[in-house]
């Protein structure tokens, strides 16, 4: 077996394009003769322009691949396929005549009698009942608020299609969704790849990228495209199912993918085709209302009484929460919307359980509170003394007095660079925003948000407060209970039923971080865990005094990706393609027919004359060639 092909430098392409004669542009009296593909050793036809570039050849990074449509078209191919859908799927009766051709996967091959053909359920076919639960899968997805789209509208379950989405849409499909709902329909021959590949974008799309993440990721798609080979038909495998070999070798050189892809390209073409208003002349309408923004954007940035563009708040501002450049880490200041918070009396035991656990979290306060919490007990006034005396500061002095029992209730806040809500609100809205997950000593702790409390303390101190209700989740030493599974897949499901801690139900809001819940496909009231990532934080490493090299620990923190799955690779041959749990699909055999027909054989090079033709010019352009009558 040979090995893997070696990417070649500038040097190398110049070389090769000096083995053929290039292309002279322009009109030319004779036609040009057919090159004998037989003879050449490479894929050039001509030099690109580029190359006349005096720095070309040596840039690392000659061609930029872009992310955003690889991973659409994937999904897009992906998802066409599985739910047959007409005009994107990859499996059809040429496909398979393709199969035939070949003479490769023979129970895959057409079946054809008595006037009918079939075509035999493959690996990845998927029933009218798997198709129903994909559909339905995708039709109860709720994602954070400004995460996605409202997929569900492009959903048809009874007729078992999807169309519609954006680009944006099929990459939270191809690294969220897909890999939570193959694993209940499909074998787990094809399951494997198709998580491995869901993993690899998704690895590939973080913000933060390590070297030795990349390595793996050169490593491992390789094998994984290899494996989905085995699996889906050859027609499947076009050139974007190739691009994502090269995408990881490129990552290395160009740094994170998020800042080379065309999301924000393509948001920007939006905004330019929103000041067309004369569709005769869009040209101009662009120019005027790309002038007229920017003057407006000026003119903006004097009026700062005046409400616009510049300094208009954010839509998710009215709960903002910030914690003290200074002071206890638990004390922080929460902007309240009036019509978005209310008063309530807290009760004695709660106010106590609430204090307990804010005194247990505060990192400040721990060296003196195992040693005097006794005689504080005994002796009320003690603090009094020591404040007087000035052994303490004011938020320590703050935090011994209390709160006060009326907390002030609210709806929603924004902290950790997420939006959070309660459960209560969102019962009518198509987003979530109520799941929280709490990192613990060897397990994460998951549950959702019913109350958003504010507590006031003395010299105008706050501490937020999450008031929750947690599922069932077993102990570090453990990872399955009757409320909590994790399978080979490293996917965590939770009983949304089960709860536990009822007498804990409180947190800081500064240690809450988002997760999402999905309805699994097959069990119900169970969801699988979906964990968030903020969209403006970036976990940046810290760096020792004097050092120029990132701690390990620091390192570990950065990991990206999600866990790995524990299952066993198996690399032996494919011996049976076909799903004998599934019936295949029948039609008319003249169908065949007229597939088989309309497959004209290309003509040989013999056939094409060499010698002069008067009776047309051929004009050659840059990479084109047109025939001109005259």
């Known amino acids: 077996m040979r090995g893997p092909p070696v990417a070649l430098n500038g040097d190398k392409v110049l070389k090769q394009y000096e083995s053929f004669e290039q292309v002279k542009f322009g009109m030319t009296s004779r036609k040009r003769k057919q090159r004998d593909e037989d003879t050449r050793w490479h894929n050039w036809r001509k030099k690109s322009i580029f190359f006349y570039l005096p720095y070309w050849e040596s840039l690392l990074i000659r061609h930029n691949l872009d992310v955003m449509h690889t991973e659409k078209n994937i999904c897009e191919s992906l998802l066409g396929t599985l739910l047959d859908l007409t005009g994107?799927?990859?499996?059809s009766e040429k496909a398979r005549l393709d199969l035939q051709e070949l003479g490769i996967r023979k129970d895959q091959h057409l079946l054809v009698h008595i006037g009918k053909y079939t075509l035999p359920a493959a690996l990845y076919t998927l029933s009218p009942s798997q198709k129903e639960i994909l559909c339905r899968f995708l039709q109860h997805v709720k994602m954070p608020d400004g995460y996605a789209s409202n997929i569900r509208r492009c959903v048809d379950e009874n007729g078992w299609k999807v169309s519609g989405l954006k680009s944006h849409d099929y990459h939270v499909l191809l690294q969220k969704f897909l890999p939570l709902v193959v694993r209940h329909i499909l074998p787990e021959d094809v399951v494997i790849p198709l998580i491995e590949l869901s993993r690899f974008f998704n690895e590939l799309c973080s913000k933060e990228l390590e070297v030795t993440e990349i390595e793996k990721l050169c490593n491992s798609i390789g094998e994984t495209l290899c494996r989905l080979e085995m699996?889906?038909?050859?027609?499947?495998?076009?050139?974007?199912?190739?691009l994502p070999v090269h995408i990881a070798s490129k990552a290395r050189i160009g740094g994170p993918v998020c800042y080379r892809w065309m999301y924000p390209i393509e948001r920007y073409l939006c905004t330019l085709k929103g000041y067309v208003r004369n569709k005769a002349c869009p040209e101009g309408s662009i120019a005027k209302g790309y002038i007229s923004e920017e003057c407006l954007t000026f003119y903006a940035r004097f009026f700062e009484d005046v409400s616009t563009k510049v300094n208009r708040p954010e839509r998710q501002e009215n709960s903002q929460v910030s914690a003290p450049p200074t002071g206890l880490s638990i004390f922080g200041s929460m902007q309240y919307s009036k019509n978005k918070f209310h008063i309530e009396t807290a009760s004695y035991s709660d106010l106590h359980r609430m204090r307990h656990y804010i005194i247990s979290k505060c990192d400040e306060a721990m060296p003196w509170v195992n040693e005097h919490m006794e005689k504080l007990k005994k002796n009320p006034i003690g603090m009094n003394i020591l404040h007087a005396d000035g052994k303490t500061d004011e938020d320590v002095y703050s935090l011994s007095r209390g709160p006060d029992h009326r907390v002030h209730v609210a709806n929603r806040c924004s902290i950790n660079g997420f939006l959070?809500?309660?459960t209560n609100v969102e019962k009518n809205l198509t987003t979530q925003n109520s799941g929280v997950v709490v990192q613990g000593e060897g397990m994460d702790w998951y549950g959702v948000i019913k109350k958003i409390i504010a507590l006031?303390?003395?010299?105008?101190?706050?501490?937020?407060?999450?008031?929750?209700?947690?599922f069932d989740v077993p102990g570090a030493t453990t990872n399955k209970s009757r409320g909590y599974s994790k399978d080979q897949y490293a996917i965590i499901d939770i009983d949304t039923t089960r709860f536990r801690f009822k007498d804990e139900p409180y947190i800081l809001a500064s240690q809450a971080q988002q997760v999402c819940y999905v309805k699994c496909a097959k069990k119900n009231n169970w969801c699988s865990v979906l964990r968030m990532k903020p969209r403006n934080l970036f976990a940046m490493p810290e760096r020792e005094d004097g050092d120029n090299n990132v701690d390990h620990a620091d390192v570990d923190s950065l990991v990206v990706g999600v866990e790995q799955m524990n299952v066993q690779h198996r690399h032996d041959d494919f011996t049976n393609w076909r799903r004998s749990d599934i019936e295949g699909i029948s039609g008319d055999a003249t169908v065949i027919e007229e597939v088989r027909a309309a497959s004209m054989p290309?003509?040989?090079?013999?056939?094409?004359?060499?010698?002069?033709?008067?009776s047309n010019d051929t004009y050659i352009a840059d990479?084109?060639?047109?025939t001109m009558y005259v």
């Open 623 to 626: 990479g084109l060639q047109d």
């Open 420 to 422: 959070f809500r309660t």
């Open 231 to 242: 699996i889906f038909p050859p027609s499947f495998f076009d050139i974007m199912m190739h």
């Open 602 to 614: 290309e003509p040989d090079d013999d056939d094409i004359p060499d010698e002069d033709d008067e």
């Open 456 to 470: 006031d303390f003395p010299n105008n101190k706050e501490v937020l407060l999450f008031e929750c209700d947690w």
């Open 88 to 91: 994107k799927s990859k499996d």
